[in-house]
């Protein structure tokens, strides 16, 4: 017995003291046990790691993502705002033209009847 070493000696200890499948249980929760921890250190770790890191670039590109939608709603009400601006100095302008052409229509009529007026004799005095 000079062979064995102390660890497996305590096993044995643990076999003779508990029975066999006490033991056999025992390791295997050991074994469940050491595999849980480098899953969770080697998988699940990393792996969590890397999605809180997309979660934040993710939050990161929304933030810029809603500041340029903000400065496209400034950007589409300001051209708003000159249209609408423009179209009013148009319709200024349409109604000044209007009465510039109605003047001229009215001074055309007159012009006419004058002519008209004229040449029936009417200047003859």
């Known amino acids: 017995m000079t062979d064995l ?7 044995i200890d643990l076999l003779k003291t508990f029975g066999l499948p006490t033991v056999l249980l025992f390791g295997l929760l050991i074994g469940i046990y050491k595999t849980g921890v480098w899953t969770a250190d080697n998988v699940a770790l ?23 939608a903000i400065q496209i709603k400034d950007n589409t009400l300001s051209t708003n705002r000159l249209v609408i601006e423009n179209t009013a100095t148009l319709i200024k302008l349409h109604e000044r033209q209007t ?27």
């Open 99 to 125: 009465l510039i052409l109605d003047t001229i229509q009215k001074e055309h009529q007159l012009t006419r009847e004058m002519i008209k007026s004229f040449a029936e004799g009417g200047g003859e005095k």
């Open 5 to 11: 070493t102390n660890g497996q000696l305590k096993w």
């Open 46 to 68: 990393p792996l969590v790691s890397q999605q809180v890191q997309f979660m934040r670039t993710l939050a990161a590109s929304d933030v810029t993502r809603n500041e340029l």
